[in-house]
């Protein structure tokens, strides 16, 4: 059905478009109970052998859907359905904003991808805040949190600060978007320097927010880019480590357009912006397997990019990844993929006769032998 007639009847709409109407059409109907039930039997994955412990929390699976797809929360509920055992909201940032100007969203269906420069379009922190409130769902939720445009480097901690604050109360962990290509400078956090400070002010927050709370402070993960060189990607380990914090999320999307089938023109034509799917996947997998190397599997890797079969996944869990978040495979798979994937993964588990915990990082560690 999706393959069939949903999806090229979306694909013929601008990509954002169709984004807009499929979520509006299936959050609307979810409203509907029998809808609901039907959506819950027919697309919750039930794969005992896929349930892990992560955030403190009994998970069904290790697959969750990645920042971008939701970025107000407007959707949690809806989402949730689906079958994702976390779902990643945002990137929010303090102020809202209207992003670049359109079409910023262009798919690539020979290599199965896309490109995207959003800018961080979203409606601020304040109102993601509203609509959490508003949510039902119990499902682990991510917050993605990013700077505002009009806020300079020199005042990011700041920026980032109000996010967590405002949004502390409903997240079980929060992303530090650095990585996102579509916001001039945002990138140049990453360096050692400037990512200290401003890690540091957000742990040092979230430590002060837990502590009012009589709680535990959130667990907080840095989104890395996938064009970082690999030493660059030891000193975000370093640091995280340094920092206590939970984990990296590797990888967001690339600049790179290397290996693409696309006709060179049409790929031109897209612009500037973050390519993502297909072929980013051996380069996100080179960062988790860095990272998980580098950290010595102490810190939680969630893997994201290129996962298209649950081959994708398997492969991102062996190089280190404790978790993956999806977008693009989405997109191109329709809202069964996350089934899809679960199945495939509970197979693979089954026919070996291992955990998934006995299985993430196995590629690291044999190329270390
Ligand atoms: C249209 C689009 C918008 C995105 N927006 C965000 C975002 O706001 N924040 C973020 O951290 N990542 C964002 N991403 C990156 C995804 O979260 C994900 O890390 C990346 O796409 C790689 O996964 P994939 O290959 O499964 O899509 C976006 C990706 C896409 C395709």
Redesign the pocket.
């Known amino acids: 059905m999706w393959r069939r007639f949903l999806r090229p009847l979306l694909f013929c709409l601008d990509a954002e478009r169709a984004?807009r109407f499929a979520m509006a059409l299936f959050a609307f109907s979810m409203r509907l109970p029998c809808v609901r039930a039907l959506v819950r039997w027919r697309l919750f994955p039930r794969e005992p052998v896929l349930r892990v412990r992560r955030f403190g929390r009994e998970l069904a699976s290790p697959i969750g859907l990645?920042?971008?797809?939701d970025?107000d929360a407007r959707w949690f509920d809806a989402l949730s359905a689906l079958g994702f055992s976390f779902v990643?909201v945002?990137?929010v940032t303090a102020r809202p904003q209207p992003g670049n100007p359109r079409p910023r969203?262009f798919r690539l269906p020979a290599d199965r991808a896309?490109v995207?420069r959003?800018g961080?379009n979203?409606l601020g922190a304040q109102a993601m805040a509203r609509a959490l409130a508003r949510a039902r769902s119990r499902t682990v939720l991510g917050v993605?949190i990013?700077k505002s445009k009009a806020t300079p480097n020199a005042e990011a901690a700041g920026d980032y600060v109000e996010s967590l604050e405002r949004l502390w109360p409903f997240a079980t962990y929060f992303?530090v978007?650095v990585?996102?290509p579509n916001t001039a400078g945002l990138r140049d956090l990453q360096a050692k320097d400037e990512l200290r400070g401003l890690l540091g002010a957000i742990t040092r927050q979230n430590a002060a927010l837990a502590k009012k709370r009589g709680a535990e402070p959130l667990p907080v993960l840095v989104?890395i880019a996938p064009d970082l060189l690999d030493p660059e990607v030891d000193d975000v380990v370093d640091l995280a480590l340094d920092l206590g914090l939970a984990g990296v999320?590797a990888?967001?999307?690339t600049t790179s357009r290397e290996g693409l089938v696309t006709a060179p023109d049409k790929v031109q034509r897209c612009g500037p912006g973050?390519l993502?799917?297909?072929p980013?996947?051996s380069r996100?997998r080179a960062v988790v397997e860095r990272v998980y190397s580098r950290s010595g599997g102490r810190l939680l890797v969630i893997g994201?990019?290129?996962?298209?079969s649950a081959e994708d996944a398997w492969e991102l869990f062996r190089a280190g990844a404790s978790l993956v978040?999806?977008?693009?495979?989405l997109?191109y798979e329709g809202p069964t993929f996350v089934r899809a994937l679960s199945r495939g993964l509970a197979r693979k588990l089954r026919e070996r006769g291992q955990t998934l915990d006995e299985v993430i990082g196995e590629s690291a560690r044999a190329r270390k032998n």
């Open positions: 984004h990645a920042a971008g797809f970025k990643e945002g990137t969203l896309l995207n959003f961080f979203n993605n990013g992303a978007n990585s996102s989104k999320i990888t967001n999307t973050g993502s799917g297909a980013l996947a996100a994201s990019g290129g996962v298209l978040e999806i977008y693009t495979g997109i």
